[in-house]
């Protein structure tokens, strides 16, 4: 059964696509995370971080595939440094009623931490939702992703887009199969999930249990789902 | 024409033998883009020092008291009111001098004597939801509404306290800008409806390692230096971009649209003449725009980075041309339809875009919330 597929270009001088994060490590993996994608497409349609619920539903409903466009001559990755300056006395007020405070311990440093990001690459995602018909449809994110509640970042607010997210449309059975529909010379890495596309061909390179998604409820990660990273080609261009 | 939902700040800002921002190995922060490597000023950087400022259009300028004037009547309008019809009138009566004591303090029952506190959504939704629920449970009795309040008052004091002490001016600007997190409390969060990327320059790197050395100039039997060391210094011309998201901007501001406008008029001046650096006094590292391009419109706001990726001279012509061009095949390719205002020091034409000086950009940018209408 041939199904539409959305096509998204993620491409920006500096992008985080989520990864596990231990302390004060903030990594990326070279895949954009199912959290990480729901979250672009919750500020698109204008959800509060509140609307748990709508969160998890778009989460749940996703089924996409990825494919890297362009492979950095080098790492690719740039470490940022950051220092944040806190003081004894920094509170914040909650909503239990009692502030939040520093709990005491002592700030002569500047805290420390790294964040990672992915310097100059870019990648598209073909994505459907499953069930279709559900609102928000494939099309209504089309044109929230053109005409945004909120501006678009990816991963990072400081990740601005450099080009228009939304790429157009491909059609295929399986989420694999959109991604080998897309144009472009050569072959590229590429991600799907099992089910949507080989496992076992000479186009796979493994495949792995990713933690790449949210209980949007309790607003921790948590769970895994099946994944294959391989190789597709590129449809010629005449 | 388009609503200015989003308003787009591009800049070009030259730095000649600087280091402006280090990473933790004391070098010049870098990023690798079109495969050549440029020196980067991290989006952190350039907040802080936006926020930092002693500028005469530093955010602690923008005056609240008159222009805030509605915010004093934010426990009015959005706390008390909305239980009116709903409750008996004693009841709400007495709730209402308790909660305007509550968070403008012990004279807070008269405007006159209230200051100017900037709520967002959280803080206000917070106050109507504890309202709402000491309403209820009161049961229509005035009395038990009055002591429950002042119990409630008592034993929120702290978090009350430290939620004026937040929305201050001009913490309270800082907050609305840049927004505000609380590790354990997601609905007490500030979202930022200001996106700035981290700068990075439209040509290769150009960095000199300086070596230098420090001498006693008192000490009369050692000869040679007390120190020898090098430092980095680079120069260069940096692509900058800011987003501001128009209606969470006012939203933060507890819809003061005047305020917005203020607001954004000396972001204008921030981000054109506030300079990033560091070692102030070895490198003076001050300087002015060489461009400002603003936009405002309501499609999917996107960098002009892609302008640089095959880099640019180091020079603010040919970085302008190549601006020109980028922006010139986007309008082709896409139409979006921003309208645009420019100040350049250079004379090229950006397609579509008014010319004007940085005070013309500054004060359409502070009209621009007035006309979300």
Not at chain 2, 53 to 68: C, V
Not at chain 2, 76 to 86: E, Q
Request: a negative charge; glycine letters at 8%.
């Amino acid at each position: 059964m041939s199904h539409k597929w959305l096509v998204i270009r993620l491409e920006s001088p500096l992008m985080a696509f989520g990864g596990v994060a231990v302390d004060q490590e903030g990594p990326t993996r070279d895949f954009p995370a199912a959290s990480m994608l729901t979250g672009l497409m919750a500020n698109a349609l204008g959800l509060h971080w509140s609307d748990r619920a709508a969160h998890q539903a778009l989460q749940d409903r996703l089924i996409f595939a990825v494919r890297r466009e362009r492979e950095p001559r080098g790492e690719g990755v740039v470490r940022d440094i950051q220092n944040v300056q806190l003081t004894k006395a920094d509170q914040g007020w909650t909503t239990f009623g009692t502030p939040e405070g520093r709990g005491g311990a002592s700030y002569n440093a500047p805290h420390r931490r790294t964040r990672h990001y992915l310097a100059d690459q870019a990648v598209r995602v073909v994505l459907r939702f499953q069930p279709v018909e559900l609102p928000p449809t494939l099309e209504t994110l089309a044109d929230a992703l053109d005409r945004p509640a909120r501006p678009l970042f990816i991963g990072r607010k400081p990740c601005l887009p450099s080009c228009r997210l939304m790429d157009g449309w491909v059609y295929g059975d399986t989420a694999h199969a959109a991604l080998c529909s897309l144009s472009g010379p050569g072959t590229f890495r590429a991600l799907w999930p099992t089910g949507e596309g080989p496992e076992t061909d000479t186009s796979v390179e493994r495949v792995i249990d990713l933690a790449d998604i949210r209980n949007w409820r309790s607003g921790l990660h948590g769970g895994s789902r099946h994944v294959v990273e391989g190789r597709v080609k590129g449809v010629a261009v005449s | 024409m388009t609503l200015p939902r989003f308003l787009q700040i591009h800049s070009l800002s030259p730095y000649t033998a600087a280091l402006l921002n280090r990473d933790d190995t004391g070098l010049a922060k870098r990023l690798p883009y079109g495969d050549v490597l440029r020196t980067r000023v991290s989006s952190q950087c350039l907040k802080r020092h936006w926020v930092q400022t002693d500028d005469p259009h530093s955010l602690t300028r923008i005056d609240g008291a008159e222009a805030a004037y509605r915010s004093r009547e934010l426990v009015t309008r959005k706390v008390i009111d909305p239980l009116r019809g709903r409750f008996p009138e004693e009841v709400v009566n007495a709730l209402e001098p308790e909660f305007q004591q509550a968070v403008y303090g012990d004279k807070g029952t008269t405007k006159t004597n209230r200051q100017t506190l900037l709520f967002g959504e959280p803080e206000i939704a917070w106050l109507a939801r504890e309202s709402e629920r000491l309403a209820q449970e009161a049961n229509g009795d005035a009395d038990a509404v009055k002591k429950a309040a002042a119990d409630w008052k008592k034993g929120f004091r702290a978090n009350i306290k430290a939620m004026r002490d937040g929305a201050t001016l001009p913490a309270g600007l800082k907050s609305a800008l840049f927004g505000r997190m609380v590790t354990s409390d997601t609905d007490a969060n500030i979202t930022a409806p200001v996106h700035v990327a981290h700068a990075f320059t439209v040509h290769g790197e150009e960095a000199e390692s300086d070596y230098f050395t420090a001498v006693d100039d008192l000490s009369e039997d050692e000869p040679g230096a007390d120190t020898i060391q090098e430092t980095e210094l680079t120069s260069g011309l940096f692509y900058g971009y800011v987003v501001v998201d128009l209606p969470l901007l006012i939203e933060n501001l507890s819809g003061d649209v005047e305020m917005a406008g203020a607001v954004l008029h000396n972001l204008i001046y921030l981000i054109a003449e506030v300079s990033p650096g560091a070692k102030l006094g070895s490198t003076a590292p001050y300087g002015r725009a060489s461009l400002m391009l603003l936009e405002a419109g309501d499609r999917q706001p996107r960098t002009l980075a892609e302008a640089y990726r095959r880099p640019s001279k180091a020079d603010t012509a040919a970085a302008v041309d190549a601006m020109k061009d980028h922006l010139r095949r986007l309008d082709d390719a896409y139409d979006t339809g921003e309208e645009r205002q420019v100040m350049t020091l250079v004379d090229v034409e950006l397609p579509g875009a008014k010319r004007g000086s940085l005070s013309v950009l500054a004060n359409w940018a502070g009209t621009l919330p007035g006309a979300l209408g």
